[in-house]
C-alpha cells in the first residue's frame, strides 16, 4: 500500500470506550503509512491512533502507555494481531523497542496529556468535575497529588500552581489549600479554587481548571517526560522516519516547537547583541510543517479538541543528537 492513506472517519474509529482521538486524518496523513511497516503510538490510552495507522495499512503497530489499565484494556479495544503493547513510559521507547529487536521505526505519534478515559473517571481523580480521590497519577504508582499539595510548603504549592497553570493568583490558592489540609478528595480542591477565585453557576471556565491541570502536570513530571519522549522519538526512528505529536495546551507545545527547531537547524541565529554561535550537529529533522488545528467539523463532533496543536517533522540521515550528560 502506498500513496496518500485513506481517509478516516472519527466515527469509524469511535472505540467502545466512546472516545475520539483528535486530529486523526491529519495525523495520518503525516505519517504517510505505507505496507509493512513499523509504526508507534506513544500514548495507546483508548487505541484511537493506533487503530487508525491498522486501517491505513500500517504492518505493525507498538503501543506504550504508562497505565496499566490502558494496557490491560488494550486487546479487547484493538484486537488486532498486528498490535504489540507495551506497559512503559514513551521516554523509554527507544530501550524497550532496540530490547524486542524493533530499531529502527517508520514512524512515531506522541498524543500529550490526560486521556478522556482517565479524565471520565471520577475514581482516577484527575476531573474537578466529579467526586473522586485526589489521586491524578497517570500511572497509578508514586505519590499522589494529595501526597504532594499535604506534603509540600505552600511556596512550592504556590510555584507549581503558577509555573504550570498559569495562575496569576497562585500564592492565594496555596494559602488557601495548606489551612484546608489534609485534602483528600477533588471536590475539597476544587471548592477551595471556586471560593478564592470566585465562581458562578454560568461560568464558562470553571476556576479550579488551572490548577488541576498544574497540579496533574506536576504530580505526573510530564514536562520532563515530553522532553525524553522527543529525545527518544530521534533515536528510534529510522532516516525518513515521520514523527507526530498532537499537544492540548501552550506550555506542551512550546517544547514540541523549541525541539523541532533546535532539531532542524532552523532556531534563530546570532545578532549583533548576541554573538553567533558555533555550528551545531546536523539537522536531524526536516519538513517540519507548521501547528495544525482542529478544524470547525471536528469541533462540532468533538469539543474537547479545540486546544489541540499537531506539529510533524521527518527525520534525517544525521546521527543523534549527543545526549546530555546525566
Known amino acids: 500500500m502506498s500513496g496518500n492513506p485513506p481517509s478516516v472517519s472519527l466515527g469509524d474509529l469511535k472505540p467502545k470506550t466512546g472516545h475520539l482521538p483528535v486530529l486523526v486524518d491529519e495525523v495520518v496523513d503525516a505519517l504517510k503509512i505505507s505496507q509493512d511497516e513499523i509504526h508507534v503510538d506513544g500514548t495507546f490510552g483508548a487505541g484511537g491512533y493506533t487503530r487508525a495507522m491498522l486501517r491505513a495499512g500500517a504492518g505493525r503497530v507498538v503501543a ?13 479495544l484493538v484486537p488486532d494481531s498486528r498490535l504489540t503493547l507495551i506497559h512503559e513510559r514513551f521516554s523509554r521507547m527507544a530501550e524497550a523497542l532496540d530490547e524486542r529487536g524493533l530499531l529502527p521505526v517508520d514512524g512515531i505519534t506522541l498524543d500529550i496529556g490526560v486521556s478522556s478515559m482517565q479524565l471520565d473517571q471520577a475514581e482516577r481523580g484527575f476531573s474537578f ?36 497553570g498559569d495562575e496569576p493568583k497562585a500564592r492565594g490558592l496555596a494559602r488557601a489549600i495548606v489551612a ?10 476544587s471548592a477551595i479554587c471556586r471560593k478564592v477565585l470566585g ?12 490548577t488541576f491541570q498544574a497540579i496533574r502536570i506536576h504530580v505526573n513530571a510530564e514536562l520532563a517526560e515530553l522532553e525524553a519522549g522527543l529525545e527518544a522519538a530521534e533515536r ?18 512550546r517544547i514540541v516547537k523549541q525541539f523541532l527547531k533546535v532539531r532542524s537547524g532552523t532556531a534563530p541565529a546570532g ?27 471536528e469541533l462540532a463532533i468533538n469539543p474537547r479538541a479545540r486546544s489541540a496543536r499537531l506539529r510533524s517533522a521527518i527525520r534525517t540521515e544525521a546521527p543523534c543528537t549527543p545526549r546530555k550528560a546525566a
Do not use: C
Not at 485526589?134 to 510548603?153: H, I, P
Not at 484546608?180 to 480542591?189: F, G, I, Q, V
Not at 528510534?236 to 507545545?253: C, K, M, N, Q, W
Open 271 to 297: 545578532s549583533r547583541h548576541r554573538p553567533m554561535a558555533a555550528p551545531g550537529p546536523a539537522p536531524t529533522f526536516s519538513n517540519v510543517v507548521k501547528p495544525i488545528a482542529p478544524s470547525e467539523a
Open 64 to 76: 506504550f502507555d504508562q497505565d496499566p489499565d490502558a494496557i490491560a484494556n488494550g486487546p479487547s
Open 236 to 253: 528510534a526512528l529510522r532516516p525518513g522516519g515521520r514523527l507526530a505529536v498532537v499537544t492540548f495546551h501552550s506550555l506542551e507545545d
Open 129 to 164: 468535575r466529579e467526586d473522586g480521590p485526589l489521586d491524578m497519577r497517570m500511572s497509578q504508582d508514586g505519590k499522589s497529588a494529595a501526597d504532594f499539595l499535604n506534603t509540600a510548603d505552600e511556596a512550592e504549592i504556590a510555584r507549581v500552581i503558577r509555573t504550570y
Open 199 to 210: 465562581w458562578h453557576a454560568g461560568m464558562k471556565t470553571d476556576p479550579a481548571t488551572r
Open 180 to 189: 484546608a489540609r489534609p485534602l483528600t478528595r477533588t471536590s475539597e480542591l
